[in-house]
């Protein structure tokens, strides 16, 4: 288990980058301690960072909401889209991901194996949980200024690649204007209990297969397989 002192030592770097020296350090300690930790070391002096990720969930989501409302004048519905765009879970991995948030994670050895989509909800909630400490240690402009630094920078992306647009909408206009076709979709496999199954889906165009992909359920791994259809960009090959 990790000593009070040697997570301080570590978070310091963290700290110095963002450019944030928190008064409470106990708030950035937790931000980085995920429940699976606490079941492997039960002695460890602080909880999880699931309530500081429950508030900077909703601290992001205002930050985000009153630029788009400041500074586009768009119906609600696409500033809805946008958004949703900006704080997705994949978006803000990312971040967590250039902040080099695996430094600092406290997980179970299991959790410390996990990789691809498991990780990145983890370095999603963990970028949400830092909001939420800098939000109790620092307040709503320091909040404000961290989330238009790390993550609001990505909005002329957004929208310059229309990644506000679902992935399976996105296919179809593609599909319809390159080839006049409409994607269907199909189970390849699926496993695991009823509680948790996996599927692994098939996008086709024109009866030829494109892309797959995986999720928790058939939407999402319609979603996923969509998603790589439209990275590949090659749907014209597929009119004949």
């Keep these: 288990m990790i000593s009070k002192n040697e997570q301080l030592e570590q978070l310091k770097a963290l700290e110095d980058t963002i450019g944030i020296d928190f008064k409470n350090k106990d708030l950035i300690r937790q931000v980085f301690v995920h429940r699976s930790y606490l079941n492997e070391n039960r002695n460890f ?96 402009k320091v909040s404000k200024e961290f989330i238009t630094k790390y993550l609001l920078i990505y909005f002329e992306e957004i929208l310059a690649n229309e990644l506000y647009i679902d992935p399976k909408s996105r296919l179809q206009e593609l599909t319809q204007e390159k080839v006049g076709m409409t994607p269907e979709y199909e189970v390849h496999k699926e496993w695991g209990p009823d509680h948790a199954k996996h599927f692994l889906v098939g996008v086709y165009v024109n009866k030829k297969l494109i892309a797959e992909g995986e999720g928790a359920s058939k939407q999402q791994a319609q979603t996923e397989a969509a998603k790589k259809a439209v990275e590949l960009n090659n749907l014209e090959k597929l009119a004949n």
């Design 45 to 140: 002096d602080l909880g999880h960072n699931e309530r500081l990720e429950f508030l900077g969930d909703a601290v992001l989501e205002l930050v985000v909401t009153e630029y788009l409302f400041k500074n586009y004048p768009n119906p609600e519905g696409e500033l809805t889209n946008w958004r949703a765009a900006l704080v997705r879970g994949e978006r803000i991995s990312e971040v967590g991901e250039v902040l080099h948030f695996e430094d600092f994670l406290l997980l179970s050895n299991g959790e410390q194996k996990n990789s691809g989509k498991a990780k990145k909800i983890i370095l999603a909630n963990t970028f949400e949980a830092l909001v939420g400490a800098i939000y109790l240690d620092k307040g709503y």
